[in-house]
């Protein structure tokens, strides 16, 4: 899939073509692969000292507060893996969790925390940044968005950032029950048609909620029709 921003649009970006690295998946394949183990590997405080293998990763990230850790235990079936907002001292750190023994999460610190001094906030950017251009098994970042808020400057910033860095993503709308089923899809569209106005094309795209337990097999089947993709590549 390309993923490029209008040719009108580009004048900020020296003529740079945004491009997301084509997947082929085929994320309407159900394809069963529950989650049956998930160990946490190990916390990176840089981006060199992450592990090395040859595994599919799958990062997610977002603002903080966003609902990231909960996804990821949502996800897994574990209440306590990723360390959620509530954990003092909450890692601000690169931590990777080995799933299945055959492919990763990789939970990236949060951005965007008001409270984030800017020296600190420097020091995370440039974390995430070296993730993004060292991770050498980068298969898809996951970009979170609360599906309550308009579309922020912040996110929408780093959603350019990914298309001039060719990095592969998808979008996903966290905290459904927050909003029902009406007012979510009209936030998701809302949002839909604010990427439309500088993109050509929309990222793949979810609705989760960690309370219900909305959207994980979705998530899950997507991930495993990927990882059986590679697998025969
Ligand atoms: P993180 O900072 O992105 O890791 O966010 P957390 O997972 O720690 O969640 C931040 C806050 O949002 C916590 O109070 C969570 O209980 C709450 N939260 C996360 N996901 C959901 C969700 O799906 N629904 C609701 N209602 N609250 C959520």
């Known amino acids: 899939m390309n993923f490029k921003k209008r040719p009108s649009e580009n004048k900020n970006l020296g003529g740079l073509s945004l ?14 692969n529950p989650i049956t183990s998930a160990i946490f590997v190990c916390s990176s405080p840089q981006a060199s000292k992450m592990p090395t293998h040859s595994l599919p990763e799958y990062a997610f990230i977002g603002r903080s507060n966003v609902g990231k850790s909960s996804l990821i235990n949502m996800l897994t079936g574990q209440k306590k893996l990723a360390l959620t907002s509530a954990t003092p001292g909450k890692t601000q750190m690169i931590n990777h969790f080995l799933i299945n023994g055959s492919w990763y999460i990789v939970d990236l610190p949060g951005y965007g925390y008001a409270k ?26 996951f970009l979170l968005i609360d599906i ?16 001039m860095m060719e990095v592969p993503f998808a979008l996903i709308f966290t905290k459904a029950d927050k909003v029902g089923p009406v007012a979510g899809q009209q936030q998701v569209e809302a949002y839909q048609n604010r990427l439309l106005e500088q993109w050509e094309e929309l990222p793949p795209i979810f609705i989760v909620s960690s309370k219900k337990g909305t959207g994980r097999e979705e998530l899950i089947n997507y991930i495993s029709s990927i990882n059986e993709q590679l697998k025969s590549v």
């Open 148 to 163: 309550r808020l308009q579309p922020q400057a912040i996110d929408l910033e780093f959603i350019e950032q990914l298309g």
């Open 116 to 141: 984030t001094s800017k020296s600190q906030r420097e020091v995370l950017g440039k974390l995430i940044s070296d993730y993004l251009t060292q991770a050498q098994q980068i298969t898809l970042l």
């Open 19 to 32: 491009k997301i690295v084509p997947l082929r998946q085929n994320s309407k394949t159900l394809n069963p």
